[in-house]
């Protein structure tokens, strides 16, 4: 049994309001439809990942496509977009179908679909209602409805390929999900218990409660770096990847970039993988004279395969000499291009220490950073 992750995100979601489509709104630190492929890219059930974008979001298709997963384009309405998913479709045996606006499917509910495919060609889950359920018209409550059998369908919804491609080539109209779509071909659907946190992102009301139920999920990470270097001869020192003229350098095995440094050991620590000299000894010669992003792009890639987001770095330069004012942006610039992140969230400043201590007397430059990590 292989299967691929069908996300469809190529709605536009205008009850949501804000300045774009919902899926691409931030929710807790990141875009609702990070949360919603990373659910899925967490999960070890799952082989292959296929997101469906508007035409109009193509723009969006790189930085998936750099993940490893594959773009399909969107149609005019959703059951349209389901079947160009389904096309971008390789030699998968199962798919399940999720909408991008679940950012908040679990693990369990994931598993309960696969697990029910097993035996099943098709599977969904279900949450049972629990309120009285009311008609209404002008305001006005003009009856009530018994719930007894009724649930609220939720994705991912599972099928075998066949069978739901079949089924969606053979469906005339407009369905409310894919379910509809197998049960008018004849297929069988098993409910699988469904998730009250599994919440379809339709309202602004809507991203407030999503942020509450997948902050109480995270693993957030607090990581701090500390770093010092002495000057020495040179006419230049590097801080934060940008070549600062001076009267001296600075002293290292590298280049000496101390600034780097400290961001480094910092998202080093949020992960609990040592520090720089660990991964990169100062005993070995192939690193003498080496230019410090090789150490940050390793961290970062560290981000990444421990299936974390770099959300924030904070990096104080502590020093008399040189000025780190004018300097600062491109070093924030610099460093947020490595860290692939928003230069909102790289912040580089300095302090004195009012002359006092080795920084006081100008023998040198000390670093201090927190970065922090986030995995949901």
Avoid at 207 to 233: S, W
Wanted: proline share 4%; aromatic share 4%; charged share 20%.
């Amino acid at each position: 049994m292989t299967t691929t992750a069908l996300i469809v995100a190529a709605g536009r979601g205008t009850r949501a309001g804000g300045h774009a489509p919902k899926q691409w709104q931030m929710l807790a630190g990141t875009r609702v439809i990070d949360h919603t492929v990373a659910a899925f890219q967490n999960h070890p059930g799952i082989d292959r990942i296929v997101v469906v974008l508007h035409p109009d979001d193509m723009a969006h298709a790189a930085s998936f496509e750099d993940q490893g997963i594959t773009i399909a384009e969107g149609g005019a309405d959703r059951a349209t977009s389901v079947r160009n998913g389904l096309a971008a479709l390789g030699g998968e045996t199962h798919v399940l179908i999720h909408d991008a606006a679940r950012p908040c499917v679990s693990a369990q509910v994931i598993s309960g679909v696969l697990d029910a495919l097993v035996t099943a060609s098709a599977a969904a889950p279900g949450l049972a209602i629990t309120d009285a359920l009311w008609r209404g018209a002008d305001g006005r409550i003009t009856g009530t409805t018994d719930r007894a059998g009724l649930f609220a369908a939720q994705t991912p919804q599972g099928f075998e390929v066949a069978a739901i491609c079949a089924a969606h080539e053979a469906y005339a109209g407009t369905a409310l999900d894919d379910v509809e779509v197998a049960r008018a071909a004849g297929i069988t659907v098993t409910m699988t218990p469904g998730d009250g946190d599994n919440i379809k992102i339709t309202t602004a009301d809507d991203f407030a409660r999503a942020a509450r139920i997948l902050e109480n999920r995270m693993d957030i990470r607090t990581g701090n770096g500390f770093d010092v270097h002495a000057f020495g001869p040179g006419d230049h020192v590097m801080l934060c990847g940008v070549k600062i003229p001076y009267d001296q350098g600075l002293v290292g095995h590298s280049d000496a970039d101390v600034g780097m440094h400290t961001v480094t050991d910092a998202i080093y620590g949020a992960l609990a993988m040592g520090d720089i000299g660990q991964h990169f000894p100062p005993s070995d010669p192939q690193w003498k004279g080496a230019s410090s992003d090789v150490f940050l792009r390793h961290a970062v890639g560290l981000v990444r395969e421990k299936g974390f987001t770099l959300c924030h770095v904070d990096c104080t330069l502590i020093c008399e000499h040189p000025k780190v004012g004018p300097h600062s942006t491109a070093m924030r610039k610099f460093m947020a291009e490595i860290l692939d992140i928003d230069i909102a969230r790289m912040s580089v400043k300095a302090t004195t220490t009012e002359r006092l201590g080795f920084t006081g007397r100008g023998e040198g430059i000390a670093a201090m950073a927190t970065a922090t990590l986030v995995k949901s």
